[in-house]
Each structure stands twice: as C-alpha cells, then as structure tokens.
C-alpha cells in the first residue's frame, strides 16, 4: 500500500504570496489532517478533514485554510505569507474516524524569503 | 482541552543505559495515547499505543491515570534509537447528531541522543 504522498517536498515563496499544498492519503482512508513542524513549536495541528468536511481546527489564523475531495485528497492553502510560516508541513491519514492513529507523509519544506 | 507536555527538549545518553522520556497529559475523558518517532531525514511514524501494550523496538509505555503519565522507557539505549520522539493524545467524541469528532494533540517532541 502507498504511503501519505506530499506535493510539493520543497517550496520557497516571497512574502505576501500565497501556497498551495497537496496531500494524497492512504487508499481507503477517509480522513486527513495537517501540521505545522517548527524547532520552536513542535508539532501544531492545523484542521482535520473527514468525509469533504472540516471536523477540527487548531488556532491559526484564517489565512491558513483547507480542502478536501470527494477522493480524500485534500489541499492547504496559505494566503499572504509571512517569515514565520516557514516551516515544514505534515499531512497525516487516518483509515477510521478523526482524531485516532495517524500516518504522516514525508511533509511539505515551505521557506518564506 | 487536552494538553500533553514533554518536560524535556533534549535527553542524551549512552549506549546501553537505561533511557526514559517522559511525557504528561490532561484530557477530562478516556484517554488514548502513543508515542510517535521521527529518525533523520524520515518520516513521522508511530512507534506504540498504549491499547496495545507491546513492546517495539525494546521501548514499552504503561499508562498511569493517576499520574496522567505516559512516559516511555527502554532499559538498555542502542545508537539507532537516536531520534526526535512525540507522545500524542487522541481526544473523540460524538456530537449529537452522531457525527464524530478527534483530535491528535501533540507533546513538544524530546531530542534523544545515544552517544556510544
């Protein structure tokens, strides 16, 4: 079975742009989360999706937005960058209902210059 | 809310010491806990559960309600076990309407060094 696939690995972008990041998940699993990995702050959740629909969101602004398809592919959107966003983003799957065991893609390098 | 908290950033050791990263939690209801590893340059990936009370890689957790502590232990520390290491929650619940709800949340992460 294919593992949590993260689109683009790398990704420099100036201040102001805004990105986007892809997540495929595992075959048959219906629920998707995402994360934020910094030396400072760990690992900071950022929302979850289950079936298309946002279940959880952590406390980011509301720059920081997300999607999922009817695939369970999902997508996260970061609008108006800033320095302090660069970090490394980790899309995690779940094969049952949110918030339970989850396995990680190798995560999304974003660099704000 | 849940929280977990990892006292400790960073814990070196050497080879075939006894190793513990401890990590503490609060969550109102039945919690479920794991801890997750991440090697250099590799994924984030789970090492154990503690529904599941095994032993991976020589590393066992016992889940202490009273002391909301859920620390990971290894008697014996080996080179390769070097990593970042994150003890994460699992908080469900069912709304009303039926529709379920979670949430992982994750301790700051522990920096193990195994010197040899």
């Known amino acids: 079975k294919a593992g949590v696939t993260q689109t683009p690995r790398y990704l420099i972008k100036t201040r102001g742009q805004q990105v986007t990041l892809s997540c495929s998940p595992i075959?048959?699993?219906?629920?998707v989360s995402w994360y934020q990995q910094t030396p400072g702050q760990g690992l900071q959740f950022l929302f979850e999706y289950f079936s298309e629909t946002q279940r959880n969101k952590g406390n980011f602004p509301g720059r920081f937005s997300g999607r999922q398809f009817s695939n369970s592919r999902s997508e996260m959107n970061v609008s108006t960058l800033e320095l302090g966003d660069s970090a490394l983003y980790l899309c995690?799957?779940?094969?049952?209902?949110?918030?339970?065991?989850?396995?990680f893609g190798q995560g999304t390098r974003l660099t704000v210059v | 809310a849940q929280r977990v908290t990892q006292p400790e950033k960073l814990l070196s050791v050497f080879k075939g010491a006894p190793v513990e990263l401890k990590c503490n939690y609060s969550y109102s209801g039945s919690p479920e806990l794991f801890w997750y590893v991440q090697y250099s340059r590799q994924r984030l990936q789970l090492l154990l559960r503690?529904?599941s009370r095994e032993s991976i890689k020589g590393f066992t957790a016992d889940l202490n309600k009273g002391e909301t502590s859920f620390h990971l232990k290894k008697p014996f520390a080996q080179e390769e076990d070097s990593a970042m290491y994150y003890c994460a929650l699992s908080a469900r619940w069912t709304d009303a309407g039926g529709t379920s709800y979670g949430k992982l949340t994750f301790g700051q992460g522990t920096i193990l060094t195994v010197h040899p």
């Open positions: 075959s048959g699993h219906r629920s």
């Open positions: 503690h529904i």
């Open positions: 995690a799957s779940s094969p049952r209902v949110p918030g339970t065991e989850a396995f």
